[in-house]
């Protein structure tokens, strides 16, 4: 079995594409990507990912390994410092594009909120991705962190089941990027 095999560990420089690839599947494709960061997305994701302090910032991700090979990754950070992190992020989006995108935030402060999650399609249900979440909430929770929040589009029923199964609720509908999307959040419960 796959996930009897599957390592789960802090991501590295090296695990760059990987994220990129995560962040590209998360948000719905390269079409959505290319309309916010230009048509050198690619280029301009890898430095996101490459740089300290913004979203999308390799420290602030989990790699799902299986055979020496990333399969996933969970990518969070601190929903107070969103505004923080995203002006890091748009300084490198407005260096290639000229311009900054307009994105309403997806979360608050008093949350730690789960931007992106994707296991690559050859490894999706095997459990790769409710051990990442997994991993993420011992992790956030062990920090001091009382709530995690994510947001999830109302169409994919499956990450909602996914969600729903590991303890996250709803908490209210919310538009992204023009998508109606479900806020879900998991509250920290001491045993």
């Not at 990450?159 to 990027?177: D, H, N, P, Q, T």
């Not at 109606?180 to 001491?190: D, G, L, Q, R």
Request: net charge negative; with cysteine.
């Amino acid at each position: 079995m796959i996930r009897d095999r599957v390592i789960i560990r802090s991501a590295s420089e090296s695990d760059s594409r990987l994220i990129v690839m995560a962040f590209i599947s998360a948000v719905g494709g390269d079409d959505v990507v290319r309309g916010f960061c230009g048509e050198r997305y690619m280029e301009v994701l890898e430095e996101i990912v490459l740089t300290e302090g913004t979203q999308y910032d390799y420290h602030n991700a989990l790699v799902a390994e299986y055979n020496g090979v990333g399969i996933g990754v969970v990518l969070g950070y601190d929903g107070g410092k969103l505004l923080q992190l995203r002006d890091k992020t748009f300084d490198i989006i407005r260096k290639y594009i000229g311009k900054t995108p307009i994105v309403d935030p997806e979360t608050e402060s008093g949350e730690f909120y789960i931007d992106t999650l994707a296991v690559m399609p050859e490894y999706r249900r095997c459990g790769v991705g409710g051990m990442l979440l997994n991993a993420l909430c011992d992790k956030v929770f062990g920090m001091g962190f009382v709530r995690v929040g994510l947001l999830v589009d109302q169409s994919n029923i499956k990450a909602e089941k996914l969600y729903s199964s590991m303890g996250f609720v709803r908490c209210e509908e919310r538009l992204f990027l023009a998508h109606p999307m479900w806020h879900m959040i998991k509250e920290f419960v001491e045993m």
